[in-house]
């Protein structure tokens, strides 16, 4: 079992989790006390509470992210070297490269929307122009960002663990040392009983002498 692979399933499982804790989350703004009348009462806002085009983006994003972190999720528990299902072990690797890949894309979809709605949140924030409710970071962007950070690093070490998976120890080898011997006694042997019986006149002068 790999190391490596296990770590890249805790990261991208983990990012995964948070990145659904944050989507459904209502905390993705509060407001801030500095603007607010009343310091005692916060208003939360989140994906799910406000029809703006910057939401309606940040909600597309965010929803993608987890789709693909699900497929991920699954392609990795397929592509892990200790499960069964998957086939050969280049076919492991090839599904684990790609849950990489698709760990890699959810975690930048996650990143994109939080990034985008908390770049409207501080946009208004220091507007002075901006006379109405402001907000500042919720904790729920927080999570998102965590989230996706962790989906990117678990994607990164799945798409290196194919390396691991293809260096797999190659079997076959012939030891051919005894063989030679062999071969080279017979050989030899071979030679001697060439020699005997191409020259048999030799033999036969030697023997007619004595």
């Known amino acids: 079992m790999s190391r490596a692979q296990i770590s890249a399933l805790v990261f991208g499982i983990g990012g995964f989790g948070a990145l659904v804790a944050a989507t459904a989350s209502n905390e993705w703004k509060v407001t801030t006390r500095a603007s607010s009348v009343i310091t005692a009462t916060w208003v939360y806002q989140g994906l799910w509470m406000n029809c703006a085009g910057y939401i309606q983006a940040c909600r597309g994003l965010m929803i993608a992210a987890v789709s693909l972190g699900f497929f991920a999720s699954i392609f990795a528990l397929i592509g892990m070297k200790c499960t069964?299902?998957?086939?050969s072990d280049k076919a492991k690797a090839k599904i684990a490269c790609?849950?990489?890949i698709v760990f890699i894309l959810s975690?930048?979809?996650?990143?994109?929307?939080?990034?985008l709605y908390a770049n409207k949140i501080t946009t208004e924030f220091f507007d002075p122009l901006f006379v109405e409710q402001k907000y500042e970071l919720g904790a729920a962007?927080?999570?998102?960002?965590?989230g996706a950070s962790l989906c990117i690093i678990g994607g990164v070490i799945f798409c290196f663990s194919i390396s691991d998976n293809s260096k797999a120890p190659r079997m076959g080898y012939t030891?051919?040392?005894?063989?030679?011997?062999?071969s080279s006694r017979t050989k030899y042997h071979g030679r001697e009983g060439d020699l005997k019986t191409s020259n048999p006149s030799k033999q036969f002068d030697k023997n007619a002498y004595v």
């Open 107 to 115: 975690g930048l979809c996650s990143m994109t929307g939080c990034s």
């Open 141 to 146: 962007l927080f999570i998102g960002w965590a």
């Open 84 to 87: 069964k299902v998957g086939g």
């Open 175 to 182: 030891y051919n040392g005894a063989t030679s011997v062999m």
């Open 98 to 100: 790609l849950a990489g």
